[in-house]
């Protein structure tokens, strides 16, 4: 091949070369065009225009269909446009200074929310995330409209405010943990509550808060059904210094994307409110002069033995107790005094009757003692006979000393028996002691004697084929049997 021919080839082959590089180059600018159009941000390409080595404006020489739309101008209108022109005032002069540092020293602008008053929008403030960069000498200028995100960052920051000013001045204690529990907030007024300062808990499990008489309890409330929303419960905490105090706990699982990312709740001091709950339980069944169990409460029990009797070891007695000398106490000292004898014969009764024994008043100076098992009529009258005496000492009444006796019927329960009827032989067995002289112990003992529930009092007193006498006067050791 001639040198001629080697250069003509040559030549063809760079122009060749040089035809593709055009070709891709502006296939490249293509692919440009189209993701600079395609882009949701608006973007602008601008020169700047220099007096000397000053830049006084920057001419816009490029636009994308999203700046146009922000802008509401068309592309013609804002190619050959500058900035000044377009945002005019202090905002404008304070972009071409800002730009002006982008083409000089090539330092890229990336700032977020960036708060302006808009002319697009009548003035009103607008949030904007920025990046400028140099291309070559011109800059390329792109923003992105993050209003409503700012406002929105804004509203959950006032509302997280508000709430932890709530949070922190509530006298409840309003708490956040994590899905195992743990606790990773908790507000000041816990101090108060508890004791424990809130650093102290932070990483602590709230169940080890709960008492161990509560705690499984609680957890298996918590854990139960996974499907509630908001769980309420009450329980005891401990506290840092003293006992426990009862608390209302209300608690609601927080979910993302389906998942239980942790817990949120608030607990309440009851403290006061559980204790008059405890105190009006308590006085429903309970007298409240002496403490013993009430009328009511005392006769459930003995329906409850009643309906069920003890199947082996021995009988149940009914110990039926009326003091004798009650009124002339009233009359002599007053009330008070009376009121001092009933709290010391309530004393007594309970102090000589065994933890299996339930004593109870009836009301006045009536008192009722169910002996859980005897293995017979001489068991429960030795019980009876050591209660007469207890109660036969005296009392000390301020300045004086008065005393009272008693006296005392009993009965047992039969196996065909009621309440009631268990209840008129213990009344019968009273009876016959007040009308024996007071101050003595009868017994009607029901496997010698015939039902006694429809008969009058009198023909009651004519059928009984045994009844057991215990009085002073011929010693409760050694009961006479008639």
């Given at each position: ?5 080697h250069d003509?080839?040559?030549s ?5 070369e ?14 440009l ?11 602008v390409?601008?020169?700047?225009l ?15 269909p ?30 071409v200074?800002?730009l002006t ?14 708060t ?14 920025v990046r400028a ?9 792109t ?9 929105a ?10 709430f ?11 708490f956040?943990?994590?899905?195992t ?42 854990t ?9 419960y ?12 009862w ?19 608030s607990?309440?001091?009851v ?20 403490h ?9 029990h003995l ?17 039926y107790?009326?003091?004798d ?15 001092s004898?009933?709290v ?13 024994d339930?004593?109870?008043?009836l ?11 005897v293995p ?15 109660i036969?000492?005296a009392?000390?009444?301020g300045p ?10 009993i009965?047992f329960?039969?196996p ?7 209840m ?19 017994v009607?003992d ?11 009092l ?14 002073d ?7 006479d049997v008639?």
């Amino acid at each position: 091949m001639s040198r001629r021919e080697h250069d003509q080839t040559g030549s063809s082959s760079h122009a060749q070369e040089l035809a593709r590089a055009r070709a891709d180059l502006v296939e490249e600018r293509g692919h440009l065009r189209s993701l600079l159009d395609s882009m949701i941000d608006p973007y602008v390409l601008l020169r700047p225009l220099r007096e000397g080595d000053r830049v006084d404006d920057l001419l816009v020489l490029d636009v994308n269909p999203a700046a146009s739309g922000y802008l509401d101008m068309q592309p013609e209108k804002l190619l050959g446009a500058t900035i000044l022109g377009l945002v005019p005032d202090l905002y404008g002069r304070l972009l071409v200074d800002a730009l002006t540092g982008v083409a000089t020293d090539g330092t890229p602008i990336v700032r977020d929310g960036i708060t302006v008053l808009s002319p697009q929008f009548g003035g009103t403030p607008r949030s904007y995330d920025v990046r400028a960069t140099r291309v070559g000498t011109d800059v390329s200028l792109t923003w992105r409209d993050v209003t409503e995100r700012v406002m929105a960052a804004e509203a959950l920051a006032r509302s997280e405010q508000r709430f932890r000013l709530l949070a922190e001045n509530s006298t409840d204690v309003v708490f956040r943990g994590s899905p195992t529990s743990q606790v990773e907030w908790v507000s000041p007024s816990v101090a108060e509550v508890l004791g424990f300062e809130p650093d102290e808990l932070l990483g602590t499990s709230s169940y080890d808060l709960v008492t161990p008489e509560d705690r499984d309890r609680v957890l298996a409330f918590l854990t139960g059904d996974r499907d509630r929303g908001i769980r309420a419960y009450q329980a005891r905490f401990l506290t840092k210094h003293g006992g426990p105090r009862w608390m209302s706990v209300t608690v609601r699982a927080v979910y993302d994307d389906g998942e239980i990312v942790g817990f949120v709740g608030s607990a309440r001091d009851v403290e006061t409110e559980h204790a008059a709950v405890e105190e009006a339980q308590y006085l429903a069944t309970h007298d409240e002069l002496t403490h013993l169990l009430n009328r009511r409460a005392i006769i459930a029990h003995l329906d409850a033995i009643v309906q069920h009797p003890p199947r082996q070891g021995g009988r149940t007695a009914v110990l039926y107790l009326d003091l004798d000398g009650l009124k002339p106490v009233n009359d002599q000292f007053g009330h008070g005094a009376g009121d001092s004898v009933l709290v010391a014969v309530a004393r007594r009764l309970l102090g000589g009757t065994r933890s299996s024994d339930t004593v109870g008043r009836l009301g006045g100076d009536e008192f009722v003692i169910v002996l859980g098992t005897v293995p017979d009529a001489s068991g429960a009258v030795a019980v009876a006979e050591k209660l007469r005496q207890a109660i036969g000492e005296a009392v000390d009444v301020g300045p004086v000393s008065v005393a009272a006796t008693a006296s005392i019927g009993i009965a047992f329960v039969r196996p065909d028996d009621t309440t009631d009827t268990v209840m008129a032989r213990a009344d019968a067995a009273l009876y016959l002691a007040k009308d024996s002289g007071k101050d003595r112990v009868r017994v009607i003992d029901d496997e010698a004697e015939s039902d006694l529930a429809t008969a009058p009092l009198d023909d009651e007193v004519d059928v009984i084929q045994e009844i057991v006498i215990v009085d002073d006067d011929e010693g409760a050791d050694d009961p006479d049997v008639l």
